[in-house]
T-cell receptor, first 117, second 109 residues
Framework: NAGVMQNPRHLVRRRGQEARLRCSPM?????VYWYRQLPEEGLKFMVY????????ESGMPKERFSAEFPKEGPSILRIQQVVRGDSAAYFC???????????????FGPGTRLTVT | KNEVEQSPQNLTAQEGEFITINCSYS?????LHWLQQHPGGGIVSLFM???GKKKHGRLIATINIQEKHSSLHITASHPRDSAVYIC???????????FGQGTRLTINP
């Protein structure tokens, strides 16, 4: 059972370009979370998605950032018109079906390191 | 004040020493996670706790819900334990994790 997969592992973009980060959850997992780790800072929640639904996007910057998790294929985090401040490690995690009463492990991918030049 | 506070921020010890990392949080939670992040950045989940104590090998995690406090202990520490250890909590009614700033542990041979 392959773990959470993210690609690319490293991404270099010039200011103003678009960045697309992909996350394939573990088999059987239908919940995906995106987290960002800025240089020398802790991890911060960005967005929580289920298949075809955004459940919680309270951590997403208001502009330029969007996320989707289509019925088929990986979850995509999209950053338009990147700026130097977007340089960070972006981690995806997945978990199986959850309920209010139960907490499940979140399994993390290896991350995508975005560098904006 | 952050919702999740870890101490110490940095810890250096000699091989074989008993290590304790602390985590305090300010909200009601349904679960607390301890994570390990190695240089190079990959994140591994060590424990998920909602009460009591869990043990895996040389690692022990405890949580006191009333005091809103958790500890991660490493017995017989080894240089390969050198990593950043991160505490994260899941609040009631939410699915997202809120993270502490991490504790950078260095074990010298």
């Amino acid at each position: 059972n392959a773990g959470v997969m993210q690609n690319p592992r490293h991404l270099v973009r010039r200011r103003g370009q678009e960045a697309r980060l992909r996350c394939s959850p573990m088999k059987g997992h239908s919940h995906v979370y995106w987290y960002r780790q800025l240089p020398e800072e802790g991890l911060k929640f960005m967005v929580y998605l289920q298949k075809e639904n955004i459940i919680d996007e309270s951590g997403m910057p208001k502009e330029r950032f969007s996320a989707e998790f289509p019925k088929e294929g990986p979850s995509i985090l999209r950053i338009q018109q990147v700026v130097r401040g977007d340089s960070a490690a972006y981690f995806c995690a997945s978990s199986p079906v959850i309920t209010e009463e139960l907490s499940y492990e979140q399994y993390f991918g290896p991350g995508t390191r975005l560098t904006v030049t | 004040k952050n919702e999740v506070e870890q101490s110490p921020q940095n810890l250096t010890a000699q091989e074989g020493e008993f290590i304790t990392i602390n985590c305090s949080y300010s909200v009601g939670i349904s679960a607390l996670h301890w994570l390990q992040q190695h240089p190079g950045g990959g994140i591994v989940s060590l424990f998920m706790l909602s009460s009591g104590k869990k043990k895996h090998g040389r690692l022990i995690a405890t949580i006191n819900i009333q005091e809103k406090h958790s500890s991660l202990h490493i017995t017989a520490s080894h240089p390969r334990d050198s990593a950043v250890y991160i505490c994260a909590v899941r609040s009631w009614g939410a699915q997202k994790l809120v993270f502490g700033q991490g504790t950078r542990l260095t074990i010298n041979p």
